[in-house]
């Protein structure tokens, strides 16, 4: 049983009233939500000496998410992550979209989920985020209609859930684009220790597409690693890690990841249904607005785990397959459990 849902008027986008909505817990842990994109805005949770802290990268004002080009803490669809050369085939007609990434697609393009302002409705543990789309609106097919659920309990545990119907098929892959930093806002991610249920990841190159080889190299792999002890992929000029994991089959009961951070003892849990995950370390992050009680942000000060379906796997026909109808609707979730480390 949580303690409540607080909502208020943040601001408004074209016209449309977006809201903040916060659900907090019996401790007093608390997690801040956006109309805009659905987005996290912040995990308040405490550190090893009860101290609440922000665990995710964000802002205090709406005008800064509408001048932001990193998604920082939103929801990202109809596809995450890339489609080559801004193009797929499906049933015999190609889709031909925006080339917002170097050629290619990323991230949808500008018509994006991440950009929408949801309608919602909440109950004493949640709330719902909907949104719908007309066929052809953001240059996907069918007509859709997307709900994304948070849910907060005293475990600390932020429950995502992805429900979406179509009338026509299309590829889908949703997730969150947040920032983690369990150490707190600006100080560096490279301590953090990371722990992915996983024995092989996807070749990407300098793009960051894939092409098609899944390898097993363990040097590349977090059985249980610093951060910092993981170089990135010289060879193709990348500095950061940007490295898709295919994730082991494990009951949905298992987190298929553990983030911790030793100065503050925090932990963080992740769970899911869904066959991939993107780690992102940030080294493309900024984000410079300084207007009232704005924030800004630099390469590495948050990393993501983004669970979803395969980058461009509408391309890649030996990849799990990303397409979803209305005979085959889409549900997956993601869980997030904050912690502490056990000393």
């Keep these: ?118 309608d919602f409705s909440t109950d004493d543990a949640a709330v719902t985020f909907s949104l719908s789309l007309q066929d052809g609106e953001d240059g996907f097919p069918g007509n859709r209609e997307l ?21 026509q098929a299309l590829p889908i892959s949703i997730t969150n684009h947040a920032y983690f930093n369990l150490g707190g806002e600006h100080n560096s991610i490279m301590d953090h220790r990371l722990k992915v249920a996983s024995s092989a990841y996807l070749e990407l190159n300098k793009a960051h597409l894939p092409s098609g080889k899944i390898l097993s190299d363990k040097q590349m792999l977090f059985n249980d690693a610093f951060i ?50 993107l780690l992102y370390t940030g080294e493309f992050l900024q984000s ?8 800004s942000y630099k390469a590495f000060d948050g990393l993501c785990l983004e669970c979803q379906y395969f980058p461009d796997s509408p391309n890649q026909p030996s990849f799990p397959s990303a397409i979803f109808s209305a005979e085959r609707p889409y549900n997956h979730f993601i869980k997030l459990k904050f912690g502490l480390r056990s000393y």
Excluded at 82 to 89: L, T, Y
Excluded at 288 to 295: D, M, N, T
Aim: net charge neutral; charged share 20%; with cysteine.
């Design 1 to 118: 049983m949580v303690n409540g849902v607080i909502k208020r008027l943040w601001g408004n986008k074209s016209g449309k009233p977006v809201y903040l909505i916060r659900l907090e817990n019996k401790g007093g842990a608390y997690v801040e939500l956006s109309s805009y994109g659905a987005g996290i805005v912040s995990v308040v949770v405490p550190d090893k000496n009860g101290k609440p802290g922000n665990v995710v990268l964000g802002f205090s004002n709406l005008e800064a998410y509408l001048q932001d080009t990193c998604y920082i803490g939103v929801t990202i669809g109809p596809f995450a992550n890339r489609i080559a050369n801004g193009a797929f085939e499906l049933h015999g007609k190609k889709y031909v979209f925006e080339k917002n990434d170097g050629g290619h697609l990323n991230h949808s393009g500008n018509l994006g989920m991440h950009a929408a302002v949801f």
């Design 147 to 167: 709900s994304v659920r948070y849910s907060w309990n005293d475990e600390q545990e932020l429950m995502i859930a992805y429900q979406l119907r179509t009338d």
């Design 288 to 295: 410079r607005f300084v207007g009232h009680g704005g924030k």
């Design 228 to 277: 910092r002890d993981k170089p990135g992929d010289k060879s193709q000029g990348i500095i950061g890690l940007n490295t898709f994991f295919l994730l082991d089959a494990l009951p949905q009961d298992q987190p298929v990841a553990r983030l911790e951070e030793e100065q503050s003892g925090r932990t963080m849990e992740v769970y899911t249904d869904y066959p991939g995950m």
